[in-house]
């Protein structure tokens, strides 16, 4: 079987390294190369791996001009922002260049893994479904450093394979995503409400209503169960 290869860039060299010896004992991935300087890691890059994960902040350049040259690249692989630096706007523009996922650090080991594993997973490195996910939460203010994010997105792909399920939201839904992530189903529905809330207090539901060409929400919030329904009925209008 082929490992999947990757490139590490953190501001901190020994970080760097640790985060590649960490994924590498896994032995399903292969450190292509790791660094705290941006400008060697474009050059690492130019290996085409299937995962990069890098800081903001790093030596000659820094993240966001990463992403910047794998954006022109038209790089096919997997980004994860892994930074101490954080904030929505910054979250939204790293996203915007590409990024699939954003992390915040500190982050455990297990943790970390647990996150690359499942940006690659079934080795589909460019999941159209994840890419038009991404898009729309950050579109309506959901920034991919919160877990509600993440919970959404998956209650999200898993009603567009097996839509009955949002019937059962609290007996059903919550439990398969809680199973996923290792949490209680409770830990689920209050983060997948909290991002709910996030995007409405910023007033961008908005955009979900012209998503759809027509006012879905006029005045109350919408319940976790109707925001992941009109989801995933615009993925399946969509026909992904």
């Known amino acids: 079987m082929k490992k999947i290869t990757a490139v590490i860039l953190q501001n901190d060299f020994d ?17 292509l190369g790791f660094s705290n300087d941006g400008k060697l890691g474009i050059e690492i890059c130019e290996r085409l791996p299937d995962l990069v994960i890098t800081d ?12 910047s040259y794998l954006k022109e690249k038209n790089f096919k692989g997997k980004i994860l922002v892994l930074s101490s630096v954080s904030g929505d706007a910054l979250v ?10 954003f992390m915040i650090k500190p982050v455990s080991e ?3 893994t647990k996150r690359v594993h499942q940006l690659l997973e079934k080795n589909d490195l460019k999941n159209p479904i994840d890419d038009k996910l991404s898009r729309i939460f950050i579109s309506v203010g959901i920034p991919p450093h919160i ?17 009955e399920i949002i019937n059962n939201i ?8 809680s199973e996923r992530f290792d949490t209680t189903p409770s830990k689920v529905e209050r983060a997948i409400r909290h991002a709910i809330e996030v ?42």
Not at 56 to 63: A, P, R, Y
């Open 15 to 31: 970080n760097a390294k640790e985060i590649a010896g960490y994924l590498e004992k896994s032995g399903e991935i292969e450190i």
């Open 147 to 163: 877990k509600g994010y993440a919970f959404l997105r998956e209650g999200v792909k898993m009603v567009v394979n097996e839509p």
């Open 56 to 67: 903001l902040v790093l030596k000659s350049l820094d993240g966001m001009e990463v992403l």
């Open 92 to 101: 939204s523009k790293a996203c915007k260049m590409g990024a699939d996922y």
């Open 199 to 240: 995007s409405w207090a910023k007033g961008r539901i908005d955009t979900i209503n012209n998503l759809f060409g027509v006012s879905v929400f006029m005045g109350e919030k919408p319940t976790n169960g109707e925001f992941i329904a009109l989801i995933a009925d615009k993925m399946l209008l969509d026909g992904m």
């Open 170 to 177: 609290t007996k059903k839904l919550y439990p398969m995503i």
């Open 110 to 112: 297990s943790l970390l």
